[in-house]
T-cell receptor
Framework: EAGVTQFPSHSVIEKGQTVTLRCDPI?????LYWYRRVMGKEIKFLLH????????ESGMPNNRFLAERTGGTYSTLKVQPAELEDSGVYFC?????????????FGSGTQLSVL | QKEVEQDPGPLSVPEGAIVSLNCTYS??????FMWYRQYSRKGPELLMY????GNKEDGRFTAQVDKSSKYISLFIRDSQPSDSATYLC???????????FGKGTRLSVIA
C-alpha cells in the first residue's frame, strides 16, 4: 500500500512568487491534514479536511495560504505571494474515516525555501 | 508557557544503552499521548500511542504517562544504531482536535 505522497520534495522560490504543494493521501483516507515546521520550532497544525470539506482551518497563518481538496482525493496548498517567513517543511498527513488524529500517517514533507 | 516542552538534545548514547526521552505539558485536559520517530528527510512515523495514564510496552519501547505530573516518557532498551532519529512527543485532546507537538529530541546511538 502506498503511503502519503508529497510533491515536490523541495522548492526554492523568491519572495513574492507563488508555490503550490501537493499531497496524495493514502487511498481511502477521508481525513487529510496539513502541518508545518518552521526551523527551530515545533510542528504546527495548519488545517484539516474531511473529504473535500475544511473541518478546521484554525492554524492557517493568513490569507496568503489557500488549501483545496477537490473531489476529496489529493490536496493542494498554495502560498501566494510567498514571504521569507513561509520557509519551512510542510507535512501532509492522513487517517481513515472515523479515526481520530492520533493515528496519523505522515508524508515525507515538502521543504520550502523562500529567498 | 508552551503547551509542550521537550529538550531538543542532541542526545548521544552508546549502543545497548537505555534511553530516556521526556516531555512535559501544561494542559491537564490532554488525554492522548503519542511518540513519533522521524528519520532524516522523512515524515514523522507513529511509534507509540497511549490513552490517559499508565505504561505501554512494545518490544524495546516503553511509553509512560503521568497525568498528575503532566509528564510523559519514552524508554528505549538495548538501543541500536538504527534507533538514531528525532523523537517527537505529541499530545491531543481527542476527536480531531489538532495535535500539539514537542520540538523533538535528536538521538544518536553510537556503535
Amino acid at each position: 500500500e502506498a503511503g502519503v505522497t508529497q510533491f515536490p520534495s523541495h522548492s526554492v522560490i523568491e519572495k513574492g512568487q507563488t508555490v503550490t504543494l501537493r499531497c496524495d493521501p493514502i487511498s481511502g483516507h477521508d481525513n487529510l491534514y496539513w502541518y508545518r515546521r518552521v526551523m527551530g520550532k515545533e510542528i504546527k497544525f495548519l488545517l484539516h479536511f474531511v473529504k473535500e470539506s475544511k473541518q478546521d482551518e484554525s492554524g492557517m497563518p493568513n490569507n496568503r495560504f489557500l488549501a483545496e481538496r477537490t473531489g476529496g482525493t489529493y490536496s493542494t496548498l498554495k502560498v501566494q505571494p510567498a514571504e521569507l517567513e513561509d520557509s519551512g517543511v510542510y507535512f501532509c498527513a492522513s487517517s481513515q474515516q472515523g479515526a481520530t488524529n492520533e493515528k496519523l500517517f505522515f508524508g515525507s514533507g515538502t521543504q520550502l525555501s523562500v529567498l | 508557557q508552551k503547551e509542550v516542552e521537550q529538550d531538543p538534545g542532541p542526545l548521544s548514547v552508546p549502543e545497548g544503552a537505555i534511553v530516556s526521552l521526556n516531555c512535559t505539558y501544561s494542559n491537564s485536559a490532554f488525554q492522548y499521548f503519542m511518540w513519533y520517530r522521524q528519520y532524516s528527510r522523512k515524515g514523522p512515523e507513529l511509534l507509540m500511542y497511549t490513552y490517559s495514564s499508565g505504561n505501554k510496552e512494545d518490544g524495546r519501547f516503553t511509553a509512560q504517562v503521568d497525568k498528575s505530573s503532566k509528564y510523559i516518557s519514552l524508554f528505549i532498551r538495548d538501543s541500536q544504531p538504527s534507533d538514531s532519529a528525532t523523537y517527537l512527543c505529541a499530545i491531543g485532546l481527542g476527536g480531531n482536535t489538532p495535535l500539539v507537538f514537542g520540538k523533538g529530541t535528536r538521538l544518536s546511538v553510537i556503535a
